[in-house]
């Protein structure tokens, strides 16, 4: 199918003030329509936590996705949309029935889904429009769609909006629209959470800002968003607090901002706010972001991070490699030693996530051993292990295309022919995976969090928001799933005894809850890893059980 472009249509009414609630397109359309927003269900990865949703006993999803429905916030009021995430519950035959348009997004590891979403809305001669950060990096991946939508909100958004008010016929070639002008993040609309059950998913999100000022060799993110960072303001983040705990609370609230420190001026803005927040609700949520890891060199942010009641924070921290840093233009990194910087997160009471990358062209055979090394000196309980995969649009993806280093063999792990023979990296992998989520290795990284990291936050009062009558519920739910499933059925019961028998005596039921959670995903994937059921790169191409 070929491709044509259309120009975005100029909306000349002046930019109004809406409230917060009700930005939408300013496009008045003419004619009802029904859409449908189907959100992709999502490979299984580690970052995903799925092994610990049956513990929870309502979890179905990771986060609810924030992309389609701001989307499906900004579309007319007049029209009624249904959204469904497929990792809560199934699309049926009879949502793409009602539909007369059906939208989907997502990322390139859900690709094949997306096309099938496409194929069924196809089969039920619906009209289809796919965006999102998968084709808005590679367009090419989706030639059967019947409109594509390139970049972020913007006039593109408003041009397909007035295309599906005039017809919802098929087009004979797919119709292309690019964002020229995006939408201010600060215009943007909160999500449609009103049509989500936030207690259906394990963690509750918010974006504050877009874009990266670093360039990390293997990261789209400064490509796709851009270098400075754009913002909204803090009224809209509280607004977006407000409207998700009107539809649930799973108790943690993660900022999925590319990094939350892109800009460190506006963060000292936002913070002051969120601890207002926190306060006049009752701390009913603790936070998490994504950051990097020079953000231990603020101590002022960190205090009011603290103070917000921010427990767990991301750091890329890919290697403990000097060099290896330097090689993927990573020396924010090197701007303090990093176990420096970990302990000194750690003191504010932020337990460290830490990604890692192997197969990078520095990796030696003794890689595999220095990270380890790493994470028993760290201490740090979860890290994503991945090997090394080239995004398209990215100096790495040029870099390896230029050497003639991509390779797209099925079956392999990653699409990159790395330095070191590949068996030999995979072999790597897979022996630090499983040594790291050993349960004793990774129990003894959890306790050293209860004795150094977790003393360290502030004392939340027992506010009604935190002690209700439903949060007690799912607590016990929690807790009880736990102490049968891992403490009287898991293969690892000995160890989690260890830690959990004193944990009981103390009353440190939230620790337990966290860890009994948590450490169950990461010990039963890795186990998955060592049977080669799991795949050692979040975009591997491998066919997967699932
Ligand atoms: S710091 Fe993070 S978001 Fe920024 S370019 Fe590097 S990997 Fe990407």
């Known amino acids: 199918m070929t491709t044509v472009e259309l120009k975005p249509p100029q909306i000349s009414t002046p930019p109004t003030v809406n409230p917060l609630s009700c930005r939408r397109t300013r496009y008045i359309p003419k004619n009802q329509r029904r859409i449908l927003c189907v959100f992709p269900q999502y490979e299984r990865s580690f970052g995903t936590l799925h092994h610990a949703y049956p513990l929870t006993?309502?979890?179905?999803?990771?986060?609810?996705?924030?992309g389609i429905l701001v989307v499906a916030a900004y579309l007319p009021e007049a029209w009624e949309v249904r959204f469904v995430d497929e990792n809560v519950r199934p699309c049926t035959r009879k949502d793409y029935q009602w539909a007369?348009?059906?939208?989907?997004?997502?990322?390139?590891?859900?690709?094949?889904?997306?096309?099938?979403?496409?194929?069924l809305?196809?089969?039920?001669?619906?009209?289809?429009?796919?965006?999102?950060?998968?084709?808005?990096?590679?367009?090419?991946?989706?030639?059967?769609?019947?409109?594509?939508?390139?970049?972020?909100?913007?006039?593109?958004?408003?041009?397909?909006?007035?295309?599906?008010?005039?017809?919802?016929?098929?087009?004979?070639?797919?119709?292309?629209f690019e964002t020229q002008n995006r939408l201010p993040l600060d215009e943007f609309p909160i999500p449609a959470y009103h049509l989500v059950d936030i207690n259906k998913y394990f963690l509750a999100n918010v974006q504050f800002s877009s874009g990266c000022p670093y360039a990390c060799e293997f990261c789209d993110i400064p490509e796709l968003y851009g270098r400075n960072?754009?913002?909204?303001?803090?009224?809209?983040?509280?607004?977006?607090?407000?409207?998700?705990?009107?539809?649930?609370?799973?108790?943690?609230?993660?900022?999925?901002?590319?990094?939350?420190v892109g800009n460190r001026r506006a963060m000292a803005e936002l913070l002051p706010a969120l601890i207002d927040w926190q306060k006049r609700n009752g701390y009913p949520v603790q936070f998490a972001c994504e950051a990097t890891l020079n953000l231990a060199q603020s101590p002022k942010i960190l205090e009011m991070m603290r103070e917000a009641?921010?427990?767990?924070?991301?750091?890329?921290?890919?290697?403990?490699?000097?060099?290896?840093?330097?090689?993927?233009?990573?020396?924010?990194?090197?701007?303090?030693?990093?176990?420096e910087a970990v302990q000194r997160l750690n003191s504010y009471g932020m337990e460290v996530v830490s990604g890692i990358i192997m197969g990078l062209d520095t990796d030696t055979l003794e890689t595999g051993d220095r990270i380890l090394e790493?994470?028993?000196?760290?201490?740090?309980?979860?890290?994503?292990?991945?090997?090394?995969?080239?995004?398209?649009?990215?100096?790495?993806?040029?870099?390896?295309?230029?050497?003639?280093?991509?390779?797209?063999?099925?079956?392999?792990?990653?699409?990159?022919?790395?330095?070191?023979?590949?068996?030999?990296?995979?072999?790597?992998?897979?022996?630090?995976i499983t040594t790291a989520y050993a349960p004793e290795f990774l129990y003894e990284r959890f306790r050293y969090q209860c004795e150094h990291t977790y003393p360290n936050r502030i004392k939340v009062p027992n506010s009604p928001a935190r002690v209700s009558k439903d949060?007690?519920?799912k607590g016990l739910t929690m807790l009880s799933n736990i102490l049968l499933r891992v403490g009287?059925?898991?293969?690892?019961?000995?160890?989690?005894?260890?830690?959990?028998?004193?944990?009981?005596?103390?009353?440190?039921?939230?620790?337990?809850?966290?860890?009994?959670?948590?450490?169950?995903?990461?010990?039963?994937?890795?186990?998955?890893?060592?049977?080669g059921e799991e795949a050692a790169s979040f975009y591997s191409q491998k066919i997967r059980r699932s």
């Not at 040029?398 to 003639?404: H, K, N, P, S």
């Not at 059925?489 to 939230?510: C, D, H, M, V």
Request: hydrophobic content about 40%.
């Open 229 to 260: 960072p754009r913002l909204k303001t803090a009224q809209q983040v509280l607004a977006e607090l407000d409207a998700m705990l009107e539809a649930g609370n799973p108790g943690a609230i993660y900022f999925v901002d590319d990094n939350f």
């Open 57 to 66: 006993g309502r979890v179905r999803g990771f986060m609810p996705p924030q």
């Open 374 to 432: 790493f994470i028993r000196l760290s201490q740090i309980p979860m890290l994503t292990i991945n090997l090394l995969y080239a995004l398209p649009k990215t100096p790495l993806w040029r870099r390896l295309e230029a050497e003639g280093r991509l390779n797209f063999e099925p079956g392999r792990e990653s699409n990159v022919d790395f330095l070191l023979p590949y068996e030999k990296v995979v072999e790597m992998w897979q022996r630090c």
């Open 100 to 119: 007369d348009v059906v939208i989907t997004s997502g990322m390139h590891i859900q690709r094949e889904r997306i096309n099938q979403i496409n194929r």
């Open 309 to 339: 009641y921010f427990c767990t924070v991301f750091c890329g921290i890919e290697t403990p490699d000097t060099d290896a840093l330097k090689s993927i233009s990573k020396t924010q990194n090197l701007s303090m030693p990093i176990l």
């Open 471 to 473: 949060n007690i519920r």
């Open 488 to 531: 009287v059925l898991g293969n690892y019961r000995q160890t989690f005894w260890q830690f959990a028998k004193p944990a009981l005596k103390s009353g440190n039921i939230e620790a337990l809850i966290h860890v009994g959670l948590v450490g169950h995903h990461l010990i039963k994937f890795a186990q998955e890893c060592a049977t």
């Open 121 to 176: 809305a196809h089969q039920e001669g619906k009209i289809t429009w796919v965006g999102g950060p998968s084709v808005s990096g590679c367009p090419e991946y989706y030639p059967d769609f019947d409109m594509i939508h390139i970049g972020e909100l913007g006039d593109a958004t408003d041009g397909m909006i007035e295309h599906i008010d005039n017809t919802v016929e098929r087009p004979e070639q797919q119709i292309r």
